[in-house]
């Protein structure tokens, strides 16, 4: 290949982009994560009236592409005349989409715990919320981290849509780059190594993790 | 709020979304059947002591579940096009999504393969079945039951992935028909929200068969 007008320039952009989809990544996992632990201990804990509703309205968010989401909030939000940046709807949108699946993670995490550790435990004099913060929380983790780790990186992964609704992150650099330069297979495997790069290592720690906890039952 | 909903426009526009959907499910059932047959080679070759099988496999499994669902699709896009490989928008986005199903699925068979304890195969063998017939009758049932719900699960996948073709410029299926129209009319949230509502029934139907099919199946 004689003269790519790839150059260091288009590199950096292109760097730019990926922290740019970090930050997106970063924010939604954040906020999807407290919001899944709180709708997913209740849901675990509540009545069938309470769990029931908010389990139907969880699973929207898994049951409509993600792309329709952005852009119904997106539209839904000029029609508020809410004055927010693409990149805090992409947040927002980004988070509930998280925290509908974290929640799932959560609650499975808690139901893992057998009932009679529970009893064991309150018997011995822990509180309710001892019980929770001292016995639940740790088996529950065990349980539940290697899926966390795998819905971070799908989360991560699936923040390449908010171009879409106007955010310039790493896959819209790509684009971009690629109108200038005209070279779409050079940038679009550089594009891919950066993902390939910020995804493989913690998929393969989530796998390693998974894989030891399993063999320590 | 200085907006008036105009859902009555939306719902002429019913049947054009609902011939959209059936594009949408059309493709979705094709890339699982590309990625199921892809799927099973790549277990296969997972497990091979080949090396280039082997490498051949990894690089495909990692590649796909380790960069986005629209990177697949662009690549298929722009990328093909730039080895000399002209692909439409339309087998773009087949290509993407049966590329990246593949991907899952060989993770699912190959563990419902491990799944299946060898001395299963060896008691069939010793009661004097052949290699074939025991696959079929001892091996295949256990393999079907334990991958039966995560293929159901990709199979919803596929339907949302659907939605990403409408980014390289397909407008036959759901989220491309309500493109269109939306471009119109610029009733982005009516049209949108009935596709979303859409998608949510195909989705619910999808997972609502599938339970009812595993009830039937696996009885015992």
New interface residues.
């Given amino acids: 290949m004689s003269g790519s007008d790839f150059g260091l320039q288009e590199f950096m952009l292109m760097l730019e982009g990926a922290s740019v989809t970090l930050k997106l990544t970063f924010y939604a996992v954040l906020g999807g994560t407290l919001m899944g632990l709180g709708f997913g201990l209740v849901r675990a804990v509540a009545p069938w009236w309470i769990n029931w509703p908010l389990g139907a309205i969880l699973d929207v968010f898994r049951s409509v592409p993600l792309l329709i989401q952005l852009v119904l909030v997106n539209s839904f939000k000029s029609i508020l005349a809410v004055n927010a940046s693409a990149f805090v709807v992409s947040c927002v949108v980004l988070a509930l989409y998280t925290s509908s699946y974290c929640s799932e993670i959560v609650r499975a995490g808690v139901l893992a715990v057998p009932q009679t550790t529970r009893r064991a435990a309150r018997s011995l004099g822990l509180t309710y919320w001892q019980d929770l913060r001292e016995i639940v929380f740790p088996i529950a983790l065990r349980v539940s981290l290697p899926s966390w780790i795998g819905l971070t990186l799908g989360v991560m992964k699936d923040t390449a849509l908010v171009w879409w609704i106007g955010v310039v992150e790493l896959l819209r650099t790509s684009q971009v780059i690629i109108t200038r330069i005209q070279e779409p297979l050079l940038v679009l495997c550089v594009c891919g190594l950066i993902y390939f790069a910020m995804s493989y290592p913690i998929s393969r720690l989530g796998a390693r993790l998974e894989a030891r906890w399993r063999d320590l039952d | ?3 008036t909903f105009h859902w009555y426009q939306a719902f002429q526009a019913l049947p054009e979304l609902l011939r959209g959907a059936l594009v949408t499910i059309e493709v979705a059932v094709l890339s699982m059947a590309i990625g199921i047959a892809c799927g099973v080679l790549l277990a296969l070759g997972r497990n091979s002591k080949n090396a280039l099988l082997y490498g051949a496999s990894t690089a495909w499994v ?2 796909a ?7 697949q699709i ?2 298929a896009y ?2 093909l ?3 000399g490989i002209f692909v439409d928008s339309f087998p773009a986005l087949l290509i993407g999504i049966s590329f990246n199903n593949a991907g899952y699925l060989a993770e699912t068979f190959r563990g419902g393969l491990r799944a299946v304890p060898g001395t299963q195969m060896r008691a069939a063998r010793s009661l004097g079945m052949g290699a074939p017939m025991a696959f079929r009758l001892v091996v295949l049932p256990q393999l079907f039951r334990t991958v039966f719900h995560p293929t159901m699960n990709q199979m ?1 996948w596929a339907i ?2 659907t ?2 073709g ?2 390289v410029g397909v407008n036959t299926d759901l ?1 491309g028909v309500t493109q269109e129209l939306n471009v119109r009319t610029f009733r ?2 009516e049209y ?2 009935l ?2 509502a859409i ?2 029934l195909i ?2 139907l999808i997972t609502i068969s599938a339970r009812l099919a595993a009830t039937r199946l696996f009885r015992y």
Avoid: C, D, Q, W
């Fill in positions: 709020m200085n907006y990692e590649g579940r380790n960069t986005p669902a629209l990177f662009y690549m722009f990328g096009g730039s080895l919803v949302l992935m939605s990403l409408v980014i989220a982005t949230f949108f929200a596709a979303g998608y949510y989705t619910k």
